[in-house]
């Protein structure tokens, strides 16, 4: 049957909103309309009428006005999509129609109001200088490592002798909190391990236990962080009422073949190897992380067109209601606690656009470039993602596999992390070794 010959006139265009008025000839909407009851003709069954017997009018008595409905919303589908064919524009959400009018005899008349996608040309990769920072594992790091896992694996050992905390035991302590004389969530502790040194409390609560023995008491002042995560605590003047019930200390750690086989391995090289890797993954991991943004901040500079208000009002809603979770539970960082709603949503609504800005970049480099995920790829990063749960995989693995949408939220970073690459590969990357410690502070560094 030949297309339906539509009229389209567009009547508004502001930015990337686009309005149109379609019209379909009456007599092609009556063509689709009866084409569709003779199709259903040939298969329904009727009392007194034989298979593809039944006459025309009395199919239409029986499913006119559901047939009508149903050709009306397939030819506003498929003529909605062959006026922004026509017109090369790709959406950037589905369309809002308005029916104007529809009726047997009729034309179909419809407004069409949508919002496209940008048009703009990705800047010239190769411009682009970055600095790729690695770090060698040292000896100490894999040792100081094969400790820590040492800490998780070992029970340390009650002290018999009667002497007074040091850095490095573990204490088990009772401790009470208070602010201004008011107990805070949080603040309150029973039978808590903690190993002095670690850093693990603020400011020098750690400090003021050494020396204490089993049963002691004392009252420890510290002061809150100005940058403190709690914005009710941040900065502020706290009293602990501590008792040290016990005192604890581990074992010396003394790196040989039997360490090595209480922790599961054979010989203390294959441990010393194996620690190694990981620790390389975690440079690797922080290394990639620290080029990524560095080239996500290039590109936002680069780049500076308009985005679709509503893929940006979407994304600026999903920030707005954690800041909001975040207030409620009073974990707004202090510096923005202090920030009026205004200007909070004024500096988020700015993230939000840089995010949908590079998204939509970063899905037009990969059109152009047909870069894709494969299913190979994505059965990996699925398996990848069910072992991060023991246990659990088979329920993992069902998730993605049954739940609608799931497959493309774990499609969509496997995309992005492959278009990195290819922009990567274009720009110009230098590399420079640093130490160890500098690289794992830089990303706390950058934020």
Not at 103 to 132: H, N, W, Y
Not at 371 to 383: D, G, H, P, Q, Y
Request: net charge neutral; proline share 4%.
């Amino acid at each position: 049957m030949a297309q339906a010959q539509i009229q389209v006139e567009e009547t508004g265009k502001k930015g990337l909103q686009r309005e149109f008025n379609v019209k379909v000839p009456s007599k092609d909407v009556e063509k689709k309309y009866v084409a569709r009851l003779e199709q259903i003709g040939r298969t329904v069954r009727l009392p007194g009428f034989r298979p593809g017997k039944v006459p025309l009018q009395v199919l239409q008595q029986r499913f006119g006005p559901g047939t009508r409905t149903e050709v009306l919303d397939r030819m506003i589908s498929e003529t909605s999509q062959k006026a922004l064919n026509d017109r090369k524009l790709r959406p950037a959400a589905e369309p809002k129609i308005e029916l104007v009018a529809f009726a047997e005899g009729q034309d179909l008349e419809f407004k069409l109001a949508i919002e496209v996608m940008p048009e703009f040309t990705p800047a010239d990769f190769s411009q682009i200088a970055l600095e790729r920072v690695t770090a060698d594992v040292a000896d100490k790091a894999i040792e100081d490592a094969i400790a820590r896992i040492v800490k998780t694996v070992r029970e340390p050992e009650i002290i018999a002798e009667k002497r007074g905390a040091k850095m490095g035991d573990v204490v088990v302590v009772d401790f009470d909190g208070s602010v201004d004389g008011k107990r805070e969530p949080g603040m309150k502790g029973e039978n808590h391990r903690l190993e002095l040194g670690s850093k693990s409390f603020i400011d020098n609560f750690e400090e003021q236990l050494v020396g204490l023995k089993a049963s002691d008491k004392k009252t420890v002042k510290v002061k809150f962080p100005a940058e403190y995560h709690a914005a009710n605590l941040a900065g502020k003047d706290a009293v602990f009422e501590v008792e040290l019930k016990e005192l604890r200390a581990q074992k010396p750690v003394v790196m040989n073949d039997d360490l090595a086989m209480e922790l599961g391995l054979k010989t203390l090289d294959e441990l010393k190897k194996r620690v190694a890797e990981d620790i390389k993954t975690d440079y690797d991991r922080i290394s990639r992380a620290i080029i990524k943004r560095g080239l996500m901040d290039k590109l936002a500079a680069l780049h500076d067109f308009e985005v679709p208000a509503g893929m940006l009002e979407s994304e600026f809603e999903g920030i707005w209601q954690q800041v909001e979770e975040s207030k409620k539970r009073g974990e707004l960082p202090a510096d923005e606690a202090k920030k009026s709603d205004e200007q909070l949503k004024k500096d988020y609504r700015a993230i939000a656009e840089r995010r949908v800005r590079l998204g939509l970049l970063l899905s037009e480099v990969a059109r152009l470039n047909s870069i894709a995920v494969s299913s190979t790829e994505l059965r990996n990063a699925m398996i990848a993602e069910a072992k991060r749960f023991p246990g659990q995989e088979k329920a993992v693995v069902d998730y993605y596999t049954n739940t609608q949408g799931a497959l493309e939220r774990l499609r969509a970073p496997q995309l992005e992390e492959k278009v990195i690459d290819h922009i990567l590969s274009k720009a110009k990357v230098t590399e420079r070794k640093i130490p160890a410690d500098e690289l794992v502070k830089m990303p706390e560094e950058m934020d």
